[in-house]
């Protein structure tokens, strides 16, 4: 880094070499406009950019970070574990240590897999459903991101949303001919061609919507009925919304789940996993392939151990509180300069909707984005160095390092940035 590199110099050498500059879609700022910050480095609950520029950050990669940035557990791991050598293609036994700390932690999980990020999870997760019960079609809802293979990607939420792609192209109509994309929070009704329902149990890539009372134990029965396994994509919520994730908070059990993000640390690592019966059908003990030449490599898997090492009861009980501060400061500034505004809460996981009514699915998750105002006011928080998603359709990532100091700040300068969103909507006010 010299000391002439800007955001502005790096996003336009990297345009020259990397589609759109980034390597992830949403990463780009397309749909909030602007330059993306280019980041030198993070501590804790902050990031500073190649400019020196300090950022009060609730993206937290998505919630992969969930200790808040270079944690010095997981940065002693990492460098301890590289010592030893970052990869074998033989067994290593922190992938055993790793398997068997998800399943302790989530009831009714018996076996899992690692892999090496959360679209593995889920593209493997639907063929294994597919292969043990010799069915086709899978079930999905809309605005539920289930990571970028073909045969998830109709109706996803997440980067898909934000790039106005209904769909994405290079998918053949014969990759996504046996995907039936249904509304959330409304259980649909399967026939005994159904393999395998997925869903985010707590849907969190159209902003954070809340499962309706009734939803997750509904598809439960539906897929009872029908012979039809039930995937819970946990990668945003494994881990985070409590520890055993949504199943163990919601008491529903599916046959599979799906992780990602915080089992990680912040390195690339996925798992996917459910009853030994199910999984017993994976390779090398039954027909369905699997494999990946990283899968459970000893960087991740020393960082998810130190990543849930830390994770205890009390962990969640702070992680809870703070996200429930942070939901009421929002809420109360978004009121006080006259916003239409809906800030859901699971646990320590938060959305921000601009809508005078409770989001419920993706239709109602696109008219709120549609109003402009997550645009505006997430430019107003980047100016005063608070980052939150580039996009309407991603949650808030407090972590356990966002201090109530920070929330404090961070309630001020929503404050102000707030009143600037009011400014430029009042009527006569020049629309950007
Ligand atoms: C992020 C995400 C994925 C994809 O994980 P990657 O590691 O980005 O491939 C899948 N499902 C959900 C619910 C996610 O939030």
């Not at 645009?375 to 407090?398: C, D, T, W």
């Amino acid at each position: 880094m010299s000391s002439t590199t800007t955001n502005a110099s790096l996003f336009e050498r990297a345009q020259r070499r990397i589609p759109g500059g980034v390597n992830s879609p949403v990463r780009a700022f397309r749909s909030v406009g602007g330059t993306p910050y280019f980041v030198s480095r993070g501590e804790g609950a902050y990031v500073w950019d190649v400019e020196g520029r300090r950022y009060l950050d609730y993206v937290q990669s998505y919630g992969a970070s969930i200790l808040g940035h270079a944690h010095p557990a997981v940065v002693e791991a990492v460098r301890a574990a590289a010592g030893r050598g970052t990869t074998y293609g033989a067994p290593t036994e922190g992938e055993v240590r790793l398997a068997e700390e998800l399943c302790a932690r989530v009831p009714g999980l018996e076996m899992v897999r690692l892999v090496s990020s959360g679209t593995e999870a889920t593209m493997s997760a639907l063929r294994l459903a597919r292969g043990a019960t010799g069915r086709s079609k899978i079930v999905k809802f809309a605005g539920c991101y289930h990571g970028h293979s073909d045969a998830l990607l109709a109706g996803g939420g997440s980067g898909v949303a934000d790039q106005g792609l209904a769909d994405s192209a290079g998918v053949t109509a014969g990759a996504v001919a046996d995907t039936v994309v249904a509304p959330y929070n409304r259980v649909p009704a399967l026939d005994r061609d159904v393999a395998v329902v997925m869903v985010e149990p707590v849907a969190a890539n159209m902003g954070l919507v809340p499962p309706a009372p009734g939803f997750l134990e509904g598809l439960r029965a539906a897929c009872d009925r029908v012979g039809a396994l039930l995937c819970f994509d946990e990668v945003i919520t494994g881990f985070r919304v409590g520890p055993g994730g949504a199943s163990r908070r919601f008491g529903v059990l599916p046959d599979l789940w799906c992780f990602g993000k915080v089992i990680g640390g912040g390195l690339p690592l996925g798992a996917f996993g459910g009853r030994e019966a199910v999984m017993e059908q994976l390779a090398p003990l039954g027909p369905v392939y699997q494999a990946g030449t990283l899968s459970g490599n000893p960087l991740a898997t020393a960082a998810g151990l130190a990543v849930l090492a830390e994770l205890d009861d009390a962990a969640y009980a702070m992680l809870d509180g703070r996200a429930s501060e942070l939901a009421g400061m929002l809420g109360d500034v978004m009121v006080d300069a006259d916003l239409p505004v809906q800030v859901p809460r699971l646990g320590p996981l938060l959305g921000l909707h601009f809508s005078d009514a409770p989001v419920t699915d993706y239709d109602e998750a696109r008219a709120a984005a549609e109003t402009g105002i997550y645009r505006r006011f997430f430019g107003a928080m980047l100016e005063r160095g608070v980052a939150i998603a580039p996009g309407p359709f991603e949650a808030m990532f407090p972590s356990l390092a966002h201090g109530h100091d920070d929330l404090e700040r961070t309630a001020d300068l929503a404050a102000a940035a707030a009143a600037d969103v009011q400014r430029l909507l009042a009527p006569g006010a020049a629309r950007s």
